[in-house]
């Protein structure tokens, strides 16, 4: 079975770091890209980061960068979303998705998200 798996969300504080892990199962990406998304209370769900394999480029919304580090270890199927400087409006539940390129149009598998609280 193809599958993603996020974990690492928790409660932390304004300032403090989080790093996200996205598992896959059934599959090995190393042709693939794998992407971050996340959605708050009452918003819509927004590109966080992006890794792709085709040519292993990283990137990242505006209201993240240079906060935020994409980055990938093949031999265990997983990639990171390492979370700074963390800010309440980031705030939301995480999801990854995977696929044959970063546009959401290529990305197939999801996984069912981990909730990632930020107090103030």
């Known amino acids: 079975e193809v599958q993603l798996v996020e974990s690492g969300g928790d409660l932390v504080q304004a300032g403090g770091s989080l790093r996200l892990s996205c598992a896959a199962s059934?599959?090995?990406?190393?042709?693939?890209?794998i992407a971050w998304f996340r959605q708050a209370p009452g918003k819509e769900r927004e590109g966080v980061s992006c890794?792709?394999?085709?040519?292993?480029?990283?990137y990242y919304a505006d209201s993240v960068k240079g906060r935020f580090t994409i980055s990938s270890d093949n031999a265990k199927n997983t990639v990171y979303l390492q979370m700074n400087s963390l800010k309440p409006e980031d705030t939301a539940i995480y999801y990854c998705?995977?696929?044959?390129?970063?546009?959401?149009?290529?990305?197939?598998?999801w996984g069912r998200g981990t909730l990632v609280t930020v107090s103030s």
């Open positions: 998705a995977g696929g044959e390129d970063c546009p959401i149009r290529y990305l197939e598998v």
């Open positions: 059934g599959f090995t990406f190393d042709d693939y890209a």
């Open positions: 890794i792709s394999r085709s040519d292993g480029h990283t």
